[in-house]
């Protein structure tokens, strides 16, 4: 073989041992960089959020209102491919955060159900119950500083469950829950209001990455002291376009302003997603600017 032309096989092969080099190192570096999805999924007004960990574990936390379950959660699954549902978590029983929770019951494999452990003399709560039970689903309730064993890679703890139980106001007996994976965190308020808000100043494990606002960005929730010990960078407010409520509140939003959060909201952005690592928020998709 003349030298040119063992030099030009010798390089070629080169070349092609370090395309499969950089191959398989690219490929070992995705399969250990496993990441947190975090979807708020437009429901309309109401509460929806969708978590796949880093292992594929799938969470439901609230399924919106009568309707949203079957004709927005259940398709939005499906195109994700998925067709179990590893946890589910009702916030509290009300219908724009339980309703579509019970009609996801009705059309998806859940392994998991977790309620408030508070009694509740809510329809919606022995509604669940009863069909937990008829469809073998693993009914738990849980209280503050249980911690959910779901996923080794993350941290989901719950930091308040109607402890201060109250009769005349079910928004604040919602859970609220912490999901941490490395130094990045979501904090799920369910529609706690200010006097919870209050009683929560006290925990040292506020700080979160992400917060999704109380209910629905409400001027009666998200006061100043709280968020100024979640100290989040994102903002998300799950509400319903032109909703009777008039959520938002002005008030509300000005506040998420002082703090200097960036703010989405799935009546003007649609379904909002995260992609998170140890490290931070490393995409945000959204579906209209
Ligand atoms: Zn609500
Ligand atoms: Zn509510």
Do not use: W
Request: proline letters at 2%; one cysteine or more.
């Amino acid at each position: 073989m003349k030298k040119k032309t063992k030099n030009l096989v010798l390089h070629i092969f080169l070349i092609s041992i370090s395309f499969c080099l950089t191959y398989l190192v690219l490929n070992v570096y995705l399969l250990n960089n496993k990441y947190l999805e975090v979807y708020f999924v437009d429901v309309g007004q109401g509460d929806c959020e969708y978590i796949k960990t880093p292992d594929n574990k799938k969470i439901i936390i609230d399924g919106g209102d009568k309707g949203k379950g079957n004709k927005i959660v259940k398709p939005f699954l499906n195109d994700l491919g998925v067709f179990l549902i590893d946890l589910c978590m009702v916030t509290h029983f009300h219908d724009d955060h339980a309703n579509g929770i019970s009609e996801i019951m009705d059309n998806i494999d859940i392994n998991h159900l977790i309620i408030p452990t508070c009694k509740n003399e809510f329809s919606l709560h022995d509604n669940l119950v009863n069909k937990a039970k008829i469809k073998k689903i693993n009914l738990e309730y849980v209280s503050a500083n249980d911690k959910v064993a779901i996923d080794k890679n993350i941290d989901f703890n719950i930091l308040y469950a109607g402890e201060n139980y109250s009769k005349n106001n079910e928004n604040n007996n919602s859970i609220v829950s912490k999901i941490s994976y490395g130094n990045t965190s979501f904090l799920f308020t369910g529609d706690i209001e200010k006097n919870i808000e209050h009683a929560l100043l006290k925990r040292r494990d506020l700080m979160s990455t992400v917060l999704k606002a109380a209910h629905h960005g409400s001027n009666s929730s998200s006061a100043l002291e709280i968020l100024k010990k979640i100290m989040p960078e994102y903002v998300i407010i799950e509400v319903g376009q032109n909703n009777k409520y008039g959520h938002p509140g002005e008030k509300s939003l000005n506040r998420f302003n002082e703090i200097n959060a960036k703010v989405y909201r799935t009546d003007k952005n649609g379904t909002i997603k995260f992609i998170a690592d140890k490290n931070g928020i490393k995409k945000v998709n959204v579906l209209r600017e």
